[in-house]
């Protein structure tokens, strides 16, 4: 019932994660006990080591080194799970050459059959690296790997949260905190600051007491959210893109009653209204709707993508950088995608390491719309990584400068690091 490379993994006497699961063994084994290249590309990986970063979130990072001296770095979603699921899956990488990072990827998947979305992210972070190791083994930055680039700028949008409110309003009337004033100030702040684009959270409380079960908005709740679009849009008008954030939190009609309430805004989207499970709400949402929904961060691997696009459930996809399965799973996805018309706003909640990998997708993709950036409350989130070529910081004036360094082009900031450096972590760099 194992899978016929015949290793078993021991360590901390986990289970196997590669016992499929239907109890049955895969027809092909993507490992391979050599390859046939000249010396100088026959490569091998010989071990992976993870650290967690205390960010506004906890940036799982994954350093994949190599025989050749050289090494790389990824990013993981979801830091703690992923980064145990990456340190695990080692074990059967030991001797690969991270140039296949197509067969490497694929080896995963099939010897850890049904890990879901945090396997999907710690695989992520491990095929990043093999890009980043590939790019500095070529010489050449890792949007070449990925079929060259059609842009040099990466437009950013910034997640602007619940106006000047990022703390909970427990001890408030939410609507004392969550203002039109206060998301108007925020909007105006974060357009002086150089961004074309920002997104708001619109799932924020209305009411002292709310039931958050029910999902459903009364007439005060919505004419709540509206009021505070219209603030925003009346401080900074319509030359700006502006998002709204519902994080899957509303019943279907009440969705489509908020919905149309704002079409008058002429939003660039609104996301995730309702619960990512309900994919039949999802739908009948976005058809109802004159304007663009979005959806997708909770989505991995291009067929999910393609199953979304083929029902009507989106009209912007938004894969997750650091979660969706990879750089080429990425470009897959963007193609697919493609096919049925439809643009890509990465979902991007990471450190400057994987927003630079973000950006170096996103270079290498025709449909990109825009990246989103979580981390406006962080003030040293520019200083983590430095580039390798050039100066200048990762992020300026609401554009990233695709780097043009060998692999993803960037070097962790080692002081840093080990400033914000999760407790039971070793430092890696």
């Given at each position: 019932?194992?899978?016929?490379t015949?290793?078993?993994?021991?360590?901390?006497?986990?289970?196997?994660y590669?016992?499929?699961?239907?109890?049955?063994?895969?027809?092909?084994?993507m490992g391979?006990?050599?390859?046939?290249?000249?010396?100088?590309?026959?490569?091998?990986i010989?071990?992976?080591?993870?650290m967690?970063i205390?960010?506004?979130?906890?940036?799982?990072?994954v350093?994949?080194e190599?025989?050749?001296?050289?090494?790389?770095?990824?990013?993981?979603?979801?830091?703690?799970?992923?980064l145990?699921?990456?340190?695990?899956?080692?074990?059967?990488?030991?001797?690969?050459?991270?140039?296949?990072?197509?067969?490497?990827?694929?080896?995963l998947?099939?010897?850890?059959?049904?890990?879901?979305?945090?396997?999907?992210?710690a695989?992520?972070?491990?095929?990043?690296?093999c890009?980043?190791?590939?790019?500095?083994?070529?010489?050449?930055?890792?949007?070449?790997?990925?079929?060259?680039?059609?842009?040099?700028?990466i437009?950013?949008?910034?997640?602007?949260?619940?106006?000047e409110?990022?703390?909970?309003?427990?001890?408030?009337?939410?609507k004392?905190?969550?203002?039109?004033?206060s998301y108007?100030?925020?909007?105006?702040?974060?357009?002086?600051?150089g961004?074309?684009a920002?997104?708001?959270d619109?799932?924020?409380?209305?009411h002292?007491?709310?039931?958050?079960a029910?999902?459903?908005?009364?007439?005060?709740?919505?004419?709540?959210?509206?009021?505070?679009v219209?603030?925003?849009?009346?401080?900074?008008?319509?030359?700006?893109d502006l998002?709204?954030?519902?994080?899957?939190?509303?019943?279907?009609?009440?969705?489509?009653?908020?919905?149309?309430?704002?079409?008058?805004?002429?939003?660039?989207?609104?996301?995730?209204?309702?619960?990512?499970?309900?994919?039949?709400?999802?739908?009948?949402?976005?058809?109802?709707?004159d304007m663009?929904?979005?959806?997708?961060?909770?989505?991995?691997?291009?067929?999910?993508?393609?199953?979304?696009?083929r029902?009507?459930m989106?009209?912007?996809?938004?894969?997750?950088?650091?979660?969706?399965?990879?750089?080429?799973?990425?470009?897959?996805?963007?193609?697919?995608?493609?096919?049925?018309?439809?643009?890509?706003?990465?979902?991007?909640?990471?450190?400057?390491?994987?927003?630079?990998?973000?950006?170096?997708?996103?270079?290498?993709?025709?449909?990109?719309?825009?990246?989103?950036?979580?981390?406006?409350d962080?003030p040293?989130?520019?200083?983590?990584?430095?580039?390798?070529?050039?100066?200048?910081p990762?992020?300026?004036?609401?554009?990233?400068?695709?780097?043009?360094?060998?692999?993803?082009?960037?070097?962790?900031n080692?002081?840093l690091c080990e400033?914000?450096?999760?407790?039971?972590?070793d430092?890696?760099?």
């Amino acid at each position: 019932m194992y899978y016929p490379t015949g290793k078993v993994m021991t360590q901390n006497d986990q289970p196997d994660y590669r016992i499929p699961q239907d109890g049955g063994v895969p027809w092909r084994d993507m490992g391979m006990e050599e390859t046939h290249r000249p010396p100088e590309r026959d490569v091998k990986i010989t071990d992976i080591k993870t650290m967690a970063i205390a960010g506004n979130f906890t940036w799982g990072i994954v350093k994949v080194e190599t025989d050749a001296g050289v090494y790389g770095l990824g990013e993981t979603f979801r830091a703690e799970a992923a980064l145990d699921m990456a340190g695990r899956v080692g074990i059967d990488l030991e001797g690969e050459n991270p140039l296949d990072t197509d067969r490497v990827r694929e080896l995963l998947e099939q010897r850890y059959t049904g890990c879901g979305r945090i396997g999907q992210a710690a695989f992520t972070a491990i095929e990043t690296a093999c890009y980043d190791i590939k790019g500095k083994l070529f010489d050449v930055p890792v949007y070449e790997l990925l079929g060259g680039k059609y842009r040099d700028e990466i437009k950013i949008y910034c997640d602007t949260h619940g106006g000047e409110s990022l703390g909970e309003a427990r001890d408030h009337d939410p609507k004392d905190v969550y203002t039109p004033e206060s998301y108007a100030r925020a909007a105006r702040e974060v357009v002086d600051e150089g961004f074309e684009a920002l997104k708001f959270d619109l799932d924020v409380p209305t009411h002292a007491s709310y039931d958050e079960a029910n999902r459903r908005m009364d007439n005060e709740a919505l004419e709540h959210k509206v009021s505070l679009v219209e603030a925003v849009r009346d401080e900074i008008g319509y030359d700006i893109d502006l998002g709204m954030d519902l994080h899957w939190n509303f019943t279907t009609e009440t969705a489509i009653r908020l919905g149309k309430k704002l079409e008058r805004f002429d939003l660039a989207w609104l996301e995730d209204p309702v619960p990512p499970e309900k994919t039949e709400s999802q739908k009948r949402v976005t058809q109802a709707l004159d304007m663009p929904v979005l959806t997708g961060e909770n989505l991995v691997k291009a067929n999910q993508f393609n199953t979304a696009a083929r029902e009507g459930m989106m009209d912007i996809a938004a894969p997750d950088i650091n979660k969706c399965g990879g750089l080429g799973e990425y470009v897959d996805i963007a193609t697919v995608c493609d096919l049925y018309g439809i643009p890509v706003a990465s979902h991007n909640i990471s450190s400057p390491l994987g927003t630079v990998a973000g950006a170096h997708v996103s270079a290498a993709i025709p449909n990109f719309l825009c990246m989103e950036w979580h981390s406006r409350d962080v003030p040293w989130w520019n200083e983590m990584c430095t580039r390798v070529e050039g100066s200048g910081p990762i992020l300026e004036d609401g554009y990233i400068d695709v780097p043009e360094g060998p692999g993803l082009g960037v070097e962790l900031n080692r002081d840093l690091c080990e400033q914000y450096l999760v407790d039971g972590y070793d430092l890696i760099i």
